[in-house]
């Protein structure tokens, strides 16, 4: 059973920074393409940014180019970069891994903007 894990969540102001980590528990994480979503309160789940196991990445259009994706093979990590956060940004961010017909998430980590 693949698990993931997310840590970096937190209270930022608006403006600020943060950067989340998905560890994945397989060495065959380099096979699996990997996805962060955010559910805000009382919203659907929703496709932040993806990254296959090529390294091509994808975007949501409302965090072009504040959010970068990436990924460390070696320590069979994700990671998403979010910079200049909005209050909209708030809500809880998951990752998940998408190996074949398996679909594999995380717990979750919070992250809050707000002043």
């Known amino acids: 059973q693949v698990q993931l894990v997310e840590s970096g969540g937190g209270l930022v102001q608006p403006g600020g920074s943060l950067r989340l980590s998905c560890a994945c528990s397989?060495?065959?994480?380099?096979?699996?393409?990997m996805n962060w979503y955010r559910r805000a309160p009382g919203n659907q789940r929703y496709l932040v940014a993806q990254i296959t196991t090529e390294g091509n990445t994808n975007y949501a259009d409302s965090v072009k180019g504040r959010f970068t994706i990436s990924r460390d093979n070696a320590k069979n990590s994700v990671y998403l970069q979010m910079n200049l956060l909005k209050s909209e940004d708030t809500a809880v961010y998951s990752c998940?891994?998408?190996?074949?017909?398996?679909?594999?998430w995380g717990q979750g980590t919070q992250v809050t903007v707000s002043s």
């Open positions: 998940n891994g998408q190996w074949g017909s398996m679909d594999y």
């Open positions: 397989t060495s065959n994480f380099r096979f699996i393409n």
